[in-house]
């Protein structure tokens, strides 16, 4: 039996690729399992923005490869990120690797794996590690398999690959290439093949999405190529919410901004990278706008929509950052009042510009900068939760939690919600009124009249909101 067990690191990118893997794998007649010790062949879908989420991985390879000693036939492969970072050299630190494959080359998994067990199962001497590192054409078009997955409600759907910006700190557009998009009836039909098949939510992924299409498809009437896809997208029945992940503040434009009025299924959440609140750690950095812009398109967003939830990602402890720089991204952080935020470490990675400037922060700063960071999102973000208390909210039922009869689901703006319910609600927008809060999650319970109409009726292609 040829059992695979997948282990993720990073972004939800990366879930995305391994999830196409599985997909590819299983229909190539392999078993996806998820017991590490019961599988005949582990994968490591690698993450490289920090060198913690590499040295894990690093470590985790050290260690299953032991299970050769009980079991010569046991197949381990690194993928992705870590994988097109280090290349070739990894194999210094992890000679025992089978595969070693890089982030266009997914879709290949498959045949290599075929080839690797055929020649183990001749019993002759172990192959050499199979290394596919290059750069494919077309392989933004190779993510577009996923697992059929019964009552899954929300799906990672891949619109574009790669970045074409030159951040100073980041090793992404080393280890994901240039950037490439999928043309919109892909993706259109890619997302009426998960609704088809129950999911009512998805998320388009992508590292830059306000960049999706340029170049190759062109503006109509003021609209970029990402608002187009999204009005796309608006019109698939049975889908109920449209999330992206990450827009950049450069192209954030009035069409994106006036896509949050006009098109009821995006939901008034958004992930708006920011970095720094300082100016000049933003010139740094090589992140081509400034706080007065980001800021600009933070009070758009709300004049359109004023419940709007808003989520970051910060970094801290650049080179040369010093307490005033610390103090104005404080200051944003606070001004914006973000409901979300990833707050990073600065973290160095070889071979880009960041990595060899002068004024490197100490780790124990960086460390009180994060920890304060911390404190105050988790302040902001307890407040949000409370002023929910007391209101109905829109809840996509994602499946069971974790206490018997309890369910959970997420809000329009991506909180968590916990609530008694049953197996039927699964999928529906059922509205849940919020009785407690704390920071990370909402407690509530289920307007009852409105669940018997929406139990017990046909699945309904519009949000609750508007049949309420
Ligand atoms: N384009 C993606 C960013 C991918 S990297 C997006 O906008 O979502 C995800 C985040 O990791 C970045 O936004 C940044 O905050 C953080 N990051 C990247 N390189 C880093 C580094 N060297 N050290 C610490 N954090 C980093
Ligand atoms: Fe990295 Fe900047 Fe691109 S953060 S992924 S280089 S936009």
């Known amino acids: 039996m040829n059992r695979v067990f997948i282990k993720t690191y990073g972004c939800q990118m990366n879930e995305r690729d391994s999830e196409a893997v599985a997909a590819l794998l299983r229909a190539r007649g392999y078993a996806i399992v998820d017991d590490e010790a019961a599988a005949d062949v582990v994968l490591l879908n690698t993450c490289s923005v920090r060198d913690q989420a590499e040295q894990k991985a690093i470590g985790k390879a050290g260690y299953l490869k032991r299970r050769r000693r009980t079991n010569p036939r046991f197949v381990l492969g690194v993928m992705g990120c870590m994988a097109q970072n280090r290349g070739r050299d990894l194999l210094d630190q992890l000679p025992d ?80 290439g240039e950037e490439r998009s999928r043309p919109i009836e892909a993706i259109v039909e890619e997302v009426e093949g998960l609704v088809a098949g129950g999911v009512r939510e998805v998320t388009l992924l992508g590292q830059i999405v306000t960049s999706y299409g340029r170049g190759t498809i062109p503006d109509r009437a003021g609209k970029s190529p990402f608002v187009q896809l999204l009005e796309r997208l608006e019109q698939i029945p049975g889908l109920a919410r449209i999330r992206f992940t990450s827009p950049h503040p450069r192209g954030f434009k009035r069409d994106l901004v006036e896509a949050y009025r006009d098109l009821s299924k995006l939901c008034e959440y958004i992930h708006l990278p920011l970095q720094s609140g300082s100016d000049r750690m933003l010139r740094a950095m090589n992140r081509p706008y400034n706080v007065t812009l980001y800021r600009r398109i933070v009070d758009d967003l709300r004049a359109v929509h004023p419940e709007m939830y808003f989520s970051t990602d910060i970094i801290v402890g650049f080179p040369g950052e010093t307490d005033d720089d610390f103090t104005a991204t404080r200051e ?13 470490k600065y973290s160095i990675r070889t071979g880009t510009p960041a990595a060899t400037l002068p004024d490197q922060v100490p780790q124990e700063v960086k460390e009180a900068r994060n920890q304060e960071l911390l404190a105050l999102l988790e302040a902001q973000s307890l407040r949000r939760n409370q002023a929910l208390v007391g209101t109905v909210q829109e809840i996509l039922v994602e499946g069971p939690g974790r206490r018997p009869e309890r369910f959970t689901g997420r809000n329009r703006g991506n909180r968590v919600v916990h609530f008694p319910g049953s197996d039927r609600l699964i999928g529906r927008l059922v509205p849940v009124r919020i009785e407690r809060a704390t920071v990370s999650s909402l407690y509530g319970l289920p307007e009852v009249e409105a669940i018997h109409e929406i139990a017990g009726g046909p699945a309904s292609a519009e949000p609750a909101r508007h049949s309420a």
């Open 97 to 176: 690797l089978d595969l070693l494959v890089g982030t266009q080359k997914f879709h290949l998994v498959p045949d290599h794996l075929d080839r690797i067990i055929e020649s183990l199962a001749a019993q002759g001497p172990r192959p050499a590690t199979i290394v596919d590192l290059a750069a494919e054409e077309g392989s933004q078009n190779t993510i577009r398999d996923h697992l059929p997955q019964e009552k899954r409600v929300s799906a990672f759907v891949s619109i574009m690959q790669g970045c074409n910006m030159s951040c100073t700190f980041c090793i992404v557009p080393k280890t994901r």
């Open 332 to 344: 944003v952080f606070r001004e914006v009042g973000y409901d979300m935020a990833y707050i990073f």
